[in-house]
């Protein structure tokens, strides 16, 4: 009897799959099991058990599975509930959500191998050169993968040959498939069982007077077995004994010593006792009962902590209690900076219950990770970033997002577009866990949540050990230009500052929310700026590698010498990036050392770490960067913050733009004075008077939040309002016109439920040579997202179905922003 189960794959498809199991395999067929599936032509897809059924499918015909690639289930039920939620709410396939989750480690690699036909027949006479050496070499090996058959012939392209050996009916194509995981093995060796009395180890010894270095291995491997038993790490028994890898093989030759590769974990873990809890004062333990209170009301609780308030302690005593009772922790974080600092940390106290997860592991140990925490008995706190969400949890008590009101939980390419804030707080429904939102400064929505009684909320209104918050003071770039007194982007009051902090041996940051030197090239006879040749904006000029860069699309060119436009040598570099404040800075203080901290210097797995140690160690004097260094980062030496210029933050085109600003100054501005010595903060800016710069000056969050939710009120933008944006990209600008022109009238029935904006093109309305247009959508949230939704859908159906929009790229993002 033919039984079906139906098996969702890691594609971009709205659909799920029936495949056929035999009677005899279909009690292998777990809800959350990945299986092999044939699916196109001659192709082998990775694909998870999520169900079964009855009725099957007449559009297509129905294929069996090849084989199940677990005993066990790696997805659970709960997970595959969340990827649902996902996919509805942000409009995109649950196999986009799945492969997104998923280590690509689980993920199978179909190959291409060459083997030749049981019943070929041929002669050498009608074979050419490369023809025969590829025969002659399958007779030898029986399959062939495509890199072997380019060495044999040393020929780059050598389908032309295969598909003629094709067609002269000798050899065929095999899809081969094979994990991409290997677990991560390491050499052991041991004492061969022929020594194991006294007289046989003695008579041993005897024998090796003549081979001292190999005497001297047996010795060290007797001293290590009292400490590590009778397996000694094969490297490790090298090192204390002073020997080589040779020596150690001359043993395992002689049969004296046995070697065993052991599987490892690349997990690391500390298993020694953690360190003792810090003890609250007044403020914090009032915030825990308050937590707790929204706890037992089953509310989600958003800690609004000013910086340096000691958020973190409060957490740990959290994070302690559900351990205790045996449950998972989510430690959510923004960014990857801020959970090198944080694991340490945490490490202190938790040790090896501590794992961490996000993109700058390596594959396989993310999938170790996940392994941990789907099979493990034990309770552990899992520090991750956005990707963290989509874990195996089994056994969640508390789900933990620092820095809640961050834009870099949100995912914006590829899909799922999701919030990661907003995904945990549906993780925590699905498991009845404790959900705890903390910053300093929280996100509108965040905080009208909490208004409107959504959200519980908890306060820390002070410092720890009552430090004050550091000075905010602006400085007025006009008034500094019309009097002379700046020295490249640096006032007399900015480089005062820095020069006493560094006659009292303490540590400065300085803040420019740009990397690379400059924004632009100018000619100064013409004004021609460069221009990346794939999208519609300029070039940054990056002097450390004497380069011109796209930020959009990787494009790079070295830097002119003259204009393009008219041959003048007379060019000259506009606006200020990170690079340019670390030169300037080294001109005015030539003795002591600055680092930067942007992308360009942390795109290695452990950069992070390297500047984020030296800066702790007090082995640098001065640090520069962009919003890495806003988020939550714990330096105890640095007194003094520099802005060195806002303006860019407070005009950029974005109805979050005033918020953000706010949000980012007054984290920076909390990096300084964190310990008993009140910190101080230059603002520079050529509006030091604007009412948002004014409001960071004195931590008024309050008054900003009450004007920008009135203001978004009145414009019709979240939280009153729900965003949904669709995008429309192709290589031809008439097509893309025309495109969302006709998307925009399906969508006008919804001109009811709020406001249709566009199409329009975006401030970069090009970029890789594909042109953009967007339309908007804002809906009143009384009415129903999902009528809203499913219009839109039917829209895009119909769409996707007119050929000449197939070369239209449309792309949904619900919240984007």
């Not at 393009?564 to 007379?570: F, K, Q, V």
Request: proline share 4%; aromatic share 10%.
């Amino acid at each position: 009897m033919k039984q079906y189960i139906l098996v969702l794959l890691p594609l971009p498809l709205s659909r799920i799959f029936t495949y056929e199991v035999s009677s005899d395999a279909f009690h292998l067929a777990q809800i959350g099991i990945r299986v092999a599936v044939p699916f196109g032509k001659n192709k082998i897809q990775t694909g998870i058990v999520v169900g079964y059924t009855d009725d099957v499918p007449t559009e297509y015909e129905v294929k069996s599975i090849e084989f199940f690639l677990d005993e066990e289930p790696i997805i659970t039920i709960e997970q595959l509930k969340l990827w649902k939620w996902i996919s509805q709410y942000y409009m995109c396939s649950m196999g986009q959500v799945m492969k997104a989750a998923l280590p690509k480690s689980f993920l199978l690699e179909s190959e291409t191998t060459l083997v030749l036909k049981e019943d070929s027949i041929y002669s050498q006479e009608d074979l050419t050169d490369n023809e025969f050496l590829i025969v002659e070499a399958l007779e030898n090996k029986a399959v062939l993968k495509i890199e072997d058959i380019i060495s044999i012939t040393e020929r780059k392209t050598v389908m032309p040959i295969i598909n003629n050996l094709i067609a002269k009916d000798i050899l065929t194509l095999k899809e081969e498939v094979k994990e991409r995981y290997k677990p991560k093995t390491e050499n052991f060796v041991r004492l061969h069982e022929n020594y194991a009395n006294d007289n046989d180890l003695r008579t041993l010894l005897n024998t090796l007077e003549r081979a001292p270095k190999q005497k001297d291995v047996i010795l060290a491997l007797f001293t290590l077995r009292a400490k590590y038993g009778d397996f000694i790490k094969r490297s490790v028994l090298i090192e204390r004994s002073q020997s080589s890898s040779n020596t150690i093989k001359a043993l395992l030759d002689k049969e004296i010593l046995v070697q065993e590769a052991f599987r490892i974990d690349r997990v690391k873990s500390n298993k020694e006792k953690g360190s003792e809890l810090k003890t609250l004062n007044t403020d914090q333990q009032k915030a825990i009962d308050n937590i707790k209170l929204g706890f037992e009301n089953s509310k989600p609780v958003l800690l609004h902590g000013v910086t340096s308030s000691g958020k973190t302690e409060v957490y740990v005593r959290l994070i302690l209690e559900e351990l205790e009772k045996g449950n998972q922790v989510l430690y959510l974080l923004p960014e990857i900076a801020l959970t090198t600092q944080l694991i340490s940390r945490l490490q202190n106290y938790f040790k090896h219950k501590v794992l961490v997860y996000h993109s700058r592991y390596t594959t396989n140990e993310r999938l170790e990770t996940w392994n941990h925490i789907l099979d493990s008995k034990e309770s552990y706190v899992i520090i991750g970033a956005r990707s963290a969400v989509l874990l195996p949890f089994s056994k969640l008590g508390l789900i933990i997002v620092d820095e809640e009101h961050e834009s870099s939980f949100k995912q914006f390419d590829p899909a799922p577009r999701y919030n990661a804030r907003d995904t945990a707080i549906v993780l925590g429904q699905l498991f009845n866990s404790r959900i705890l939102l903390g910053s300093a400064t929280p996100s509108l929505e965040s905080y009208y949540n909490v208004k409107s009684s959504k959200y519980y909320l908890a306060k820390l209104k002070r410092r720890f050990n009552n430090v004050l918050m550091p000075e905010i003071n602006m400085v007025d770039l006009k008034q500094k230009l019309r009097k002379k007194k700046m020295k490249g982007h640096f006032s007399d009051t900015l480089i005062a500052a820095i020069q006493e902090c560094f006659e009292n041996q303490e540590q400065v940051i300085l803040f420019q929310n740009r990397r690379g030197y400059s924004p632009f090239m100018e000619c100064n006879t013409c004004g021609h700026s460069p221009q990346c040749p794939r999208c519609d904006v300029s070039l940054t000029y990056h002097k450390y590698k004497g380069q011109l860069r796209c930020h959009y699309c990787g494009f790079h060119t070295a830097a002119p010498t003259h204009c393009a436009s008219c041959t003048s040598n007379d060019l000259s570099t506009k606006g200020l990036g990170t690079e340019q404040v670390e030169q300037e800075f080294k001109e005015l203080f030539p003795n002591h050392s600055i680092l930067r901290m942007d992308l360009d210097t942390t795109r290695g797995k452990n950069s992070y770490q390297t500047i984020i140690n030296q800066v702790e160690n007090q082995e640098v004097d001065c640090l520069v960067g962009t919003q890495m260094l806003t988020k939550g980062l714990d330096f105890r030496n640095v007194a003094l913050v520099g802005v060195l210029n806002a303006d860019s933050m407070l005009n950029f085109p974005d109805f979050r733009s005033h918020e953000r600003c706010f949000q980012l100054l007054t984290q920076v501005a909390g990096r300084s004075g964190r310990t008993n010595k009140r910190g101080k903060v230059l603002i520079q800016s050529y509006s030091p008077d604007h009412q948002i710069l004014q409001q960071v000056s004195v931590y008024d969050y309050h008054t900003m939040y009450k004007q920008q939710v009135e203001d978004r009120y009145q414009f019709k933008y979240p939280p009153y309002y729900r965003m949904i944006k669709i995008s429309f990209k192709a290589k031809d600008i008439t097509r893309v016109q025309e495109a969302a022109n006709w998307f925009y009238k399906g969508l006008q029935p919804l001109e009811s439920v709020g406001q249709l904006l566009g199409p329009e093109f975006p401030a970069v309305a090009r970029i890789r040579n594909q042109y953009l247009m967007n339309i908007f959508l804002k809906a009143d949230k009384k009415h129903s997202i999902a009528s809203i939704k499913n219009h839109i859908n039917k829209v895009k159906s119909s769409f996707e179905s007119i050929a000449p929009y197939r070369s239209v790229r449309c792309v949904i993002d619900v919240d984007p922003y």
